[in-house]
């Protein structure tokens, strides 16, 4: 699994790791009946508290899209209810394109999403020049 947790970002760890979980469920890069990566194993390697990691597998349980089998572990269920739009799966792929890129110039993680956060800063910024 790749996951990205940017710890700068304005959107909480547990929620940055539920919706990507989701997009891979939906994207079909996690399969029905898969089983999720343990709490406490994904928490050390994204280095989160495992309480973050057990809050992002209760969000998905309540939408419907893992259970949890108690010492068993969490798995993505027999029929998740989540459809990959089109545009997700030009994003995914868009990203994909992105995190290639970011790759091939050297820059970790954290530089690229800030080019993108600030990429998207300047879309929204009213001020910026047009061009």
Request: aromatic share 6%; no cysteine; net charge negative.
């Amino acid at each position: 699994m790749r996951i990205w947790i940017d710890e700068n970002a304005r959107i909480p760890p547990y929620e940055q790791l539920r919706a990507q979980l989701r997009l891979m469920v939906s994207s079909g890069q996690l399969k029905p009946r898969e089983r999720l990566s343990p709490i406490r194993s994904l928490a050390a390697e994204l280095g989160l508290a495992p309480g973050t990691v057990a809050r992002a597998y209760r969000e998905l349980e309540w939408e419907g899209i893992v259970e949890g089998r108690g010492r068993a572990g969490t798995f993505v269920v027999s029929e998740p209810p989540v459809a990959f739009s089109v545009v997700e799966r030009q994003l995914a792929d868009a990203a994909e394109v992105f995190a290639a890129e970011a790759d091939r110039l050297g820059a970790g993680q954290q530089a690229a999403m800030l080019a993108l956060e600030n990429a998207f800063a300047d879309r929204s910024d009213p001020d910026r020049e047009a061009g």
